[in-house]
Each structure stands twice: as C-alpha cells, then as structure tokens.
C-alpha cells in the first residue's frame, strides 16, 4: 500500500500533544515527502524553548509513521521560529541546525522555478513607488484567506519589504538543512520576505545577480506547501525582479496598481508594457487611493484625481478591479501588523468582494 500525504496527516492526528490538540490541527507539519517507501518531514514548535520539550513527540510521530503499511523508512526534524540563537536540534543526531544565508547569485537551473504545490502565481506591480501596492497585496491576501483559499504571499520588494510589519510577523524563518526555509504564517497566510531575515532599520545593498539569487531562493528553497495562489509584492518600476519572475517562474499574470492622477499613470502605462513585453496577461488595474471622504461631514473628494485608471483600463482593454479610498484605518492597521482586510467595515467589505472575484474568475 502507497501512502498519501493526506493518509500520513491522518495518522498524525492520533497523536495528542501534552498542551492540547494534534500535529495537524495546530499545523506544525511541515516539507512532508514522499519518496517511494520513505518518508520526512518537519514539526515545526511555535518557539525555541517549546521545541526544546518536544522530542518525545518528535519520536512518537517518527513511530506512528513508521507503522504505517508500505512505510519503510521515516525522518522527523523538530525545529521552531524564532531569534537567531542556539536552536532545537534541526535532526534526530542534535546539534545546530546549519546558518542559512540569504543572496548570492543565481544558480544553474533547468526549468521553471515554480513551486510545485502552487497552482497560480500572480504578481503585483505598480510603475512606481507610493501608491500603496503592498497594501493592496497584504490585504487582498488576507481577504483571500478568509474566504477558505490557501494563500501566499512573497515579498519580492527586496530593496523595501515592508510586508513583515504590516503582517505583524518579527521572526526568522526555520532552516533544518541550511537550505530549505520554513515560511511564517499569520492571519492565514504562508509568508516570506527577506524583511524577516534582517533588523528592520538594515538596509539591503545588493546589485542585480544578488536580487536574483535572493527571488530564486525565496521561490524555491521555501517549504510553500499546497496553495490554490501565490500573490508576489513586486518591487515598484520595471526592473530585474519583475523580469525574472514572469520569465522564470510561470507567472499566471500581473496586477498593476496606481493612483488616478496623471504623473502616477505615466509610470502605470510602462509597467503594463512591461508584462505585455513579458507576454505576462495583465489581470486588471487597481485604483487606489481613488478618493477621501471626510469622517468628520462625509464630503468625499477626490485628492489625486478621479477616474484615471478606470479610463486607462478601458482605453487599453484590461479589466478594470475597482477603485480604493484612501483610509486612515487602512493606514493604522497596517501600521499595526493587523492589514484591515481581517477585520469589518467598508475597507474589510471592499477587498472581500476584490477577493471574491478572483475566486469566481478561477484566478485563485
């Protein structure tokens, strides 16, 4: 008999942790293989000193698997989030789990470097920077999730990630091997960012080739699992990033986010280029920032403009997703790691039904 992922998860679940819950209900499995007759995977603990405790788990679920017929051969790590310090063992021989290091240049590789778990890519750029497109990507992934999808969001903004603090995540991602990376989770959402890798005031001060080995590792080397989507915050403009991806990784298409006035659409029109020169499909424009409405009378009125994306969209017959105020409480949550998107309210209700069309549309 040939085990399945879902028939090891199952097994799984008999095992009873001493703090309540199982394996699988608290989701601490993690990189779960298959080859043949052998089986690995991770238990990744919440913390260090959680972690520490856990080895009679490690080696009971080690033994549920073990039982299981056709199994011939079973590799559990236990590892944990947490600060650069001295870790849990990161396999059954102890020790240090290897420094895993982040950059360098792109390695040799055939083929593509799609995750093999993720059914959709979908990037989103904006000509320029300062219209709020890693708003619209935090969010849109949180309201992706709270509508039963499996999301992930990549932070490709390497010069400026920003979604670790708008996520409220301040952690390290695990390494077991010092090559594979276990992504961080919050508000349903699998994450990595090299944000999570650096204090937050340290500047990222790489040439092109380091960029690129950096998006390769954060495609490749990170554990995604299975997601119906990955949504990617590209960073703003048209450079080796945004190329690299759509060329590389089997993109299923891009959205461009701007503001309405007319400097911000100059910049919009030469990211669309971009993917049409890409042959990436454009999935349709965002407005944001379309207007302001007063929360003191209720005047609404329209800072950079009114209706420039929506035109441009129709001009260049890409569709058109909708149109975003600026919001304070938009702002404030993001600030506070808690993206507004999994709250209520106009803002909440606003990305749900963004949301909600990219699951009609198949797109995720």
């Given amino acids: 008999m040939t085990q399945t992922r879902d028939s090891i998860l199952d097994a799984l679940r008999a095992l009873t942790l001493p703090d309540g819950g199982d394996l699988v209900s608290r989701d601490m499995v993690r990189a779960l293989r298959i080859e043949g007759e052998k089986v690995s995977f991770i238990i990744e603990a919440e913390t260090p000193e959680?972690?520490?405790?856990?080895?009679?788990?490690?080696?009971?679920?080690?033994?549920?698997?073990?039982?299981?017929?056709g199994v011939d051969g079973v590799s559990v790590a236990l590892t944990a989030h947490g600060p650069t310090q001295k870790a849990p063992p990161?396999?059954?021989?102890?020790?240090?789990?290897?420094?895993?290091k982040m950059g360098g240049h792109m390695k040799p590789q055939e083929g593509s470097m799609k995750p093999s778990g993720v059914k959709t890519i979908i990037g989103i750029g904006s000509g320029k920077g300062g219209v709020g497109k890693s708003t619209v990507a935090t969010n849109l992934a949180v309201a992706l999730a709270r509508q039963g999808r499996r999301v992930g969001l990549l932070d490709a903004d390497i010069y400026g990630p920003s979604v670790p603090r708008m996520m409220g995540v301040n952690?390290?991602?695990?390494?077991?091997?010092?090559?594979?990376?276990?992504?961080?989770?919050?508000?349903?959402?699998?994450m990595m960012s090299i944000g999570f890798m650096l204090p937050e005031e340290k500047?990222?001060?790489?040439?092109?080739?380091?960029?690129?080995?950096?998006?390769?590792?954060?495609l490749t080397q990170v554990e995604w699992g299975e997601l119906d989507t990955l949504l990617?915050?590209?960073?703003p403009g048209t450079g080796d990033v945004?190329?690299?991806?759509c060329q590389k990784a089997e993109v299923t298409g891009a959205i461009v986010v701007s503001t309405p006035q007319d400097v911000a659409l100059l910049d919009a029109r030469k990211a669309l280029n971009m993917f049409d020169l890409l042959k990436t499909p454009v999935l349709g424009l965002i407005e944001n920032m379309a207007s302001y409405i007063c929360p003191n009378c209720g005047h609404e009125a329209?800072?950079?403009g009114e209706g420039g994306v929506r035109s441009e969209a129709e001009k260049l017959g890409?569709?058109?997703?909708?149109?975003?105020?600026?919001?304070?409480?938009?702002r404030i949550a993001g600030d506070a790691g808690t993206p507004i998107a999994a709250g209520e309210g106009p803002m909440a209700e606003a990305y749900a039904n963004l949301a909600k069309r990219f699951i009609e549309g198949g797109l995720a």
């Fill in 302 to 304: 329209h800072i950079f």
């Fill in 171 to 190: 952690k390290r991602p695990a390494s077991p091997d010092g090559k594979t990376i276990i992504p961080l989770k919050n508000h349903g959402v699998t």
């Fill in 242 to 245: 945004a190329m690299t991806l």
């Fill in 318 to 330: 890409h569709p058109f997703l909708g149109a975003l105020p600026i919001s304070l409480e938009t």
């Fill in 232 to 235: 990617v915050d590209l960073p």
């Fill in 203 to 218: 500047a990222v001060v790489w040439r092109g080739p380091m960029l690129m080995g950096a998006l390769q590792q954060m």
């Fill in 50 to 69: 959680a972690a520490r405790g856990m080895d009679g788990v490690r080696r009971a679920a080690e033994q549920i698997v073990s039982r299981l017929p």
């Fill in 90 to 100: 990161a396999a059954p021989q102890g020790g240090e789990p290897p420094t895993l």
